[in-house]
């Protein structure tokens, strides 16, 4: 059986029972198929990454003890990523991708041309931790309750890079001079005239081109993690 990995929001240390909830005791008992005496990973960002081993697995309820740390909480900067909500396959795509390449935030962002069938919070948590728990990360990127556009843009402290269709300054110095910045891309329709004008004429958005072609949305957020990543990758002590 595969090394598992189990995101677990609970004080971890060395010795200590756990009571798995249901959706971890059904992914453990159905999915993987394991029994009393599994050892897998168990992690958070507060408490690091600890091995631990199953000592009940029964249909709605396990649990298991904490064995040993493996590695200690460290720190895990990423970006804020405002996004407009997309149709659900699209989304799922989106936020695993996202946190793949190391997203700190989560924003949706209500725009003109934006999908307006809402998703449920809580599923797309659990889609947030599964990819948490397959990218050997540590910390979880916080999802925020959907906002204006606007609003969101404004309570960002330094400021926004937008990718804009409409054409913008060239990405990588632009993320480069601006390394705190959050990221932005629009709906799949894209930005209204309005809403681009009123950006455009916002201080603190810096707007710039994703190149000749017209990239999906996710496509698009993508673009924008990756390069900053990049960036961040290169500047980074060693």
Known sequence: MRDTRLHLDQPLEAGVALALDAAATHYLRAVLRARAGHRLRVFNARDGEWRARLTGLERHAGTLEVEDRLRPATPEPGPTLLFAPLKKGHLDWLLEKATELGVARLQPVRCRHGVVEGAKPERLEQRIVEAVEQSER????????????????????????????????????????????????????????????????????????????????ETAALMLLACHRAGMTETAPR
């Open 138 to 217: 540590l910390s979880v990127p916080a999802l925020l309750p959907e906002a204006d556009l606007a609003a969101a843009v404004e309570a960002q402290p330094d400021g926004v890079v937008m990718a804009d269709e409409a054409g913008g300054a060239a990405l990588l110095p632009t993320l480069a001079a601006h390394p705190a910045a959050a990221l932005l891309v629009g709906p799949e329709g894209g930005f209204s005239a309005e809403e681009r004008a009123a950006l455009r004429r916002t201080a603190n958005v810096f707007p710039v081109s994703l190149g000749p072609t017209i990239l999906r949305a």
